[in-house]
């Protein structure tokens, strides 16, 4: 996605495009890039229109991001490109119950990925304090990565090898088999240290695999299949994190098959709107608040914090004034 946004920013050198049509070819950029890896075109064309701006989407983009999106998913078909085929097994029908679990899942991976992205900014910047030579930042964090591979090793409780790859064969195996419930776990922490200490992208299959191996871990506990729990972890937990609830629905849609459609929407809904205004991307703004609690318009998830310490501060003061004025 990094990679779709920045090549298609190259053009809007070549054509002088303004600044307003600068954003819409990123946009469908990040679509394209979305589409041609995981094999989703419609829910590439909706990524690219949603992560932006939370709460809010552009229309004028819809065009050029479908576009870009199913062209790049067509050209890695032609290249070649296999892309993972899951397969989730029984999807259990709407009724109270699924529904109401469904809720229960969809506020934990909601948490979960409050949790994933706050931590990884947090730890961001305080490895920035700590260490000021940027190069080194990856470097000490890779080095403790590898040490604790090695401390801890591969045996029957931590085999920690499928932690610190890309994951795609635990992701598989958690539609298919019970998974140690601590595994979403292990791969957030590995994850959260590596982009922590200054290594760049990887933020999208570590969430799809700590949502799925978490929901297989949920599914006993709620009487949910696993490979159903599975899938809608998959998405959920990236819902909240990256604030893309649609994307994520229409995702489940064409990865799992069409019967998810209900439960899945009921679970990235819940997560979105769980995790509150954090998200993996920091420059993402925020185009309308998901609560009553209003925010200035279009300011960004990195300036959030700041915004609500000068509100209590500008608070205080007021309270103060008043306090003196009687």
Not at 52 to 74: E, H, K, S, T, W
Not at 110 to 122: E, P, S, Y
Request: aromatic letters at 10%; hydrophobic letters at 50%; one cysteine or more.
């Amino acid at each position: 996605m990094q990679m779709g946004g920045a090549l298609a920013d190259q053009l809007t050198h070549v054509f002088r495009l303004r600044r307003e049509d600068r954003r819409v070819i990123l946009m469908a950029g990040i679509s394209a890039g979305f589409a041609s890896v995981f094999g989703t075109p419609l829910a590439g064309a909706l990524f690219g229109l949603e992560v932006l701006a939370i709460g809010r989407m552009r229309y004028d983009a819809l065009f050029p991001c479908v576009v870009a999106a199913i062209v790049a998913d067509q050209v890695g078909k032609a290249w070649g490109v296999v892309h993972t085929h899951y397969v989730i097994g029984e999807v259990v029908p709407v009724q109270l119950w699924s529904v109401m679990a469904v809720v229960a899942a969809g506020i934990i991976f909601g948490l979960t990925g409050l949790l994933f992205a706050t931590t990884t900014h947090k730890l961001g910047a305080f490895v920035k304090r700590l260490i000021s030579y940027s190069p080194l930042r990856p470097f000490a964090g890779g080095l403790l990565i590898a040490v604790a591979v090695w401390a801890l090793g591969s045996n029957h409780y931590t085999d920690v090898d499928k932690y610190i790859g890309l994951g795609i064969p635990s992701i598989v195996q958690s539609f298919q088999m019970p998974m140690a419930p601590w595994d979403w776990l292990g791969k957030m922490l590995f994850t959260v240290v590596s982009l922590g200490t200054g290594f760049k992208g990887g933020e999208v299959t570590p969430l799809f695999y700590i949502g799925a191996t978490l929901g297989n871990a949920l599914a006993p506990l709620l009487h949910l299949p696993f490979g159903m729990l599975a899938g809608i972890g998959f998405v959920a937990v990236f819902a909240g994190a990256a604030n893309t609830p649609l994307a994520t629905i229409v995702m489940a849609m064409e990865l799992f098959g069409p019967e998810i459609a209900p439960l899945a929407a009921i679970a990235c809904i819940a997560s979105y709107l769980v995790s509150g205004h954090t998200g993996i991307y920091h420059a993402q703004r925020v185009g309308h608040s998901k609560h009553h609690r209003p925010l200035p318009k279009e300011i960004r998830l990195s300036d959030i914090k700041q915004f609500h310490a000068q509100s209590e501060s500008a608070s205080e003061r007021k309270v103060t004034f008043i306090g003196e004025e009687k």
